[in-house]
């Protein structure tokens, strides 16, 4: 579910779409948004540019033919002019390496890959992850009431706020409808791009009462990134400004949880920078008798058993199902697990080895050529169907440009299920076609690494000062052991990221070598 509402969870470039396809509840179930995805498919006549059951095993660029030779699990190999990957940010699972897990007998899963059948009628079952992925599923379980237990194995305890789900009434629809653009403009040039405006406001600018009232406000309307975000304009940044905050969500928590042991687990103590967490009804679920919190903070697992859990003092959790909802190895690791191999033989694993992943404009690496991630490594850290979006326009113009320009004799006729070279029109920052200097003069666009070096640097300072920073997560790739923790996000919000590399595109490609 995460932090985005259904009027955001769309494509943007329909306004007869927008206005028509309905939703019930301001966040999506998975299930919608796959009927959402398969009817946009349907009306835009787009399946058949899709082949699946087909894996990326590796690709290779060619200077010589200057193509992409793209390796695929159905022993076809294609000759691609431009391989555009949306290998997905959030995507190879991290499974935790927990010492004799192929011991256990009883059904363990992953929250990324569930399989459509399980029943946990009547089960002991236990989860491992407290993101924002175990505090759904608990508060899913919890609720159905179907579990005969219910234990959270829980690392780091979470600040959490409600979601403000609930169904959505007919003015409010209406009210989405009449102003769409609006809403589209307003969140594609905001910060987090969550459909409100950001708040500038220092938190010690107003009375202690003031704030409380603000607070509870933002508690009430709920969202994670509107109560972190919209709230006060330094809860991020300044150490007393969060610890405002986060006294105020732990005081929630105490007047939620009756049990003083188990409100004493769930309440958080370092900083309120993990992940802007939303739930629906997640705390209140501990007051069941049959859901608890085993702190392997304070007892870490040591291994699993035949049937169960084992922690550090000794004591067994008997469970018949397990359940990991551990996260991600997130952004590159969908890319370093694959061989893709640029100029020089070099991959993007080698490439990356030493500093972690980066980029130039979270979309080209150098050495690269024709190559275009789609929220690659520092890219905007903000809600993501429009960042992807962003992504989307910026690497449609980045071709269209190529193309465009191409004095050369490749053809972008000579693309096997390649993105062909068409221009979206709806590109916000597209590149001007007036290029000189820098213009490509083949179709080839490679970053240079000075740029990927500058860009590197500035996501470093622009996330410098968030107290993100100071806390392990995905976000900065420390979720995983023996992954190095960088930068891994341009933390200068989506409307100023665009911006930014408007003015780049516009200034003759900036940053990208002529070939
Ligand atoms: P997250 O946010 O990475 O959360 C993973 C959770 O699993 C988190 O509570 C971790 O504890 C915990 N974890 C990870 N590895 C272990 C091990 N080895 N042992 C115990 N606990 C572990 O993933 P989600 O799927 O919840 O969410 C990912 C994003 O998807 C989210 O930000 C939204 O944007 C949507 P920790 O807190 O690190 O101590």
């Not at 301001?26 to 009306?43: F, G, N, R, T």
């Not at 409808?177 to 307003?186: F, G, L, V």
């Not at 009756?258 to 501990?286: I, V």
């Not at 080698?350 to 980029?359: L, N």
Request: glycine content about 8%; charged content about 25%; overall charge negative.
């Amino acid at each position: 579910m995460g932090s985005t509402q259904s009027f955001l969870y769309r494509y943007s470039w329909d306004q007869e779409d927008l206005e028509t396809y309905p939703w019930d509840s301001h966040y999506l179930q998975a299930s919608e948004i796959l009927a959402y995805l398969k009817h946009v498919v349907k009306k835009y006549d787009l399946r058949k540019h899709f082949q699946f059951k087909t894996e990326l095993l590796a690709a290779q660029w060619s200077d010589e033919e200057r193509r992409w030779f793209v390796t695929l699990s159905t022993n076809e190999i294609l000759k691609v002019k431009y391989l555009v990957t949306g290998l997905g940010l959030l995507s190879k699972t991290n499974f935790p390496k927990i010492h004799n897990l192929d011991k256990y007998e009883g059904e363990l899963y992953h929250t990324a890959r569930w399989p459509e059948d399980v029943s946990l009628k009547g089960k002991r079952v236990g989860v491992i992850g407290s993101g924002s992925t175990g505090i759904q599923v608990i508060t899913a379980l919890a609720k159905a009431e179907e579990v005969k237990e219910l234990l959270s194995f829980q690392r780091s305890p979470q600040y959490s706020v409600p979601a403000g789900n609930g169904l959505v009434s007919a003015e409010h629809r209406k009210h989405v409808n009449e102003t769409y653009r609006e809403i589209w403009d307003q969140a594609k040039n905001s910060l987090f791009a969550y459909g409100f405006e950001e708040s500038k406001r220092p938190t010690f600018s107003v009375t202690p009462e003031e704030r409380e009232q603000i607070y509870e406000e933002a508690w009430q309307k709920g969202n994670g990134f509107r109560f972190m975000f919209w709230t006060f304009g330094d809860i991020t940044v300044n150490e007393e400004a969060n610890k405002a905050a986060a006294e105020f969500i732990r005081n929630k928590i105490r007047n939620t949880v009756k049990d003083p042991e188990k409100a004493r687990k769930l309440c958080p103590t370092d900083w309120y920078a993990r992940r802007p967490l939303c739930d629906t009804g997640y705390y209140e679920q501990f007051n069941r008798d049959n859901v608890d919190i085993v702190d392997i903070k304070a007892n870490p697992i040591t291994e699993l058993t035949q049937n169960g859990i084992k922690t550090a003092d000794g004591k067994v959790y008997e469970l018949d199902v397990i359940i990991c909802a551990t996260g991600f190895d997130a952004v590159d690791g969908n890319y370093t697990r694959i061989t893709i191999q640029g100029r020089n033989g070099e991959t993007l694993k080698d490439h990356w080895a030493k500093t972690g992943p980066t980029s130039y404009l979270g979309i080209a690496v150098p050495n690269f050529p024709n190559l275009f991630m789609i929220s690659g490594p520092n890219g905007p850290f903000s809600n993501l169907p429009p960042a992807i979006e962003s992504h989307v326009e910026i690497i449609s113009d980045l071709i269209a440009t190529a193309e465009k320009n191409a004095t050369h004799l490749i053809k972008a006729a000579d693309v096997v299920n390649g993105v062909n070279g068409t221009k979206d029109s709806h590109g916000a920052n597209g590149a001007n076609g007036h290029m000189n200097g820098n213009t490509p003069k083949n179709g080839i666009i490679e970053a240079e690494p000075e740029a990927e070096k500058q860009w590197t640097e500035l996501c470093d300072e622009l996330s410098s000062k968030s107290l993100f920073r100071r806390v392990d997560s995905w976000i900065f790739g420390s979720n995983v052991p023996g992954k190095k923790t960088t930068s891994m996000f341009w933390f200068g919000g989506l409307g100023p990221y665009r911006k930014t590399v408007k003015e780049i595109l516009d200034d003759d490609l900036r940053g990208f070598k002529p070939l």
